[in-house]
């Protein structure tokens, strides 16, 4: 099993600051790598898909790059609804995993 | 609009089974392209693929291998649903469960999800 480590755990910070979150994996995903936000008591959200793809609808300030085992999600300025908790999540084959997360507070 | 809503006890008693139910609008459960999946969340175990179904020339799934055994996703494909029977179940099986979709084709990742339903297994 690939296991995605995350860093840092939280990262504090203020509106229009930006954030760097890594997400690393014990084994080479390729590009397979997605990024996904989560607030209390909402399910995720995907916000990054094939390591620097966003979803329609996500805005620009967010940004994936990186491939093989070390990843990087940026937020260029912080919005006031950006502070929440940030997960990335690799597919090899047909097997899923998750990092543990990295919260993002004020 | 892709809407997945789900339903099912909260509470299981230790050594039952865990019976949770997806309601599917917006999209069909037979889909060509793509997986149903579940997934569970706990503050000890974090988020956790759990397994998947999906439809090619015949219905196939996969399951986590920490679950193997124990899990059972099927859709039902009268009322464009999806379940989730785990049997066994221990206190380590409480979390929420959520239902969602991967779309394949091109998107590579989980883009709909269930509100999720919060289980706790306890006697």
């Known amino acids: 099993e690939i296991v995605l480590t995350q860093s840092p755990a939280t990262l504090s910070l203020s509106p229009g600051e930006s954030a760097t979150l890594s997400c690393r994996a014990s084994q080479s995903v390729g590009r397979s790598l997605a990024w996904y936000q989560q607030k209390p008591g909402q399910a995720p959200r995907l916000l990054i898909y094939g390591a620097s793809k966003r979803v329609t609808g996500i805005p620009a300030r967010f940004s994936g790059s990186g491939s093989g085992t070390d990843f990087t999600l940026t937020i260029s300025s912080l919005e006031p609804e950006d502070f929440a908790v940030y997960f990335c999540?690799?597919?090899?084959?047909?097997?899923?995993?998750f990092g543990p997360g990295t919260r993002v507070d004020v | 609009q892709v809407l997945l809503q789900q339903s099912g006890p909260g509470l299981v008693k230790p050594s039952q089974t865990l019976s949770l139910t997806c309601a599917i609008s917006?999209?069909?459960?037979?889909?060509?392209?793509?997986?149903w999946n579940w997934i569970r969340q706990s503050p000890s175990r974090g988020l956790e693929w759990l397994g998947r179904?999906?439809?090619?020339?015949?219905?196939?799934?996969d399951y986590a291998p920490s679950l193997k055994g124990r899990i059972s996703i099927k859709p039902d494909t009268a009322t464009n649903r999806l379940s989730l029977q785990l049997s066994s179940v221990t206190p380590a099986d409480t979390g929420v469960y959520y239902c969602?979709?991967?779309?394949?084709?091109?998107?590579?990742?989980?883009?709909?999800w269930g509100p999720g339903t919060v289980v706790t297994v306890s006697s």
């Open positions: 917006g999209d069909s459960v037979s889909r060509d392209s793509g997986t």
């Open positions: 999540q690799q597919r090899t084959n047909w097997l899923f995993t």
């Open positions: 179904t999906y439809l090619r020339s015949q219905w196939y799934d």
């Open positions: 969602v979709r991967w779309p394949g084709s091109s998107l590579d990742g989980f883009d709909i």
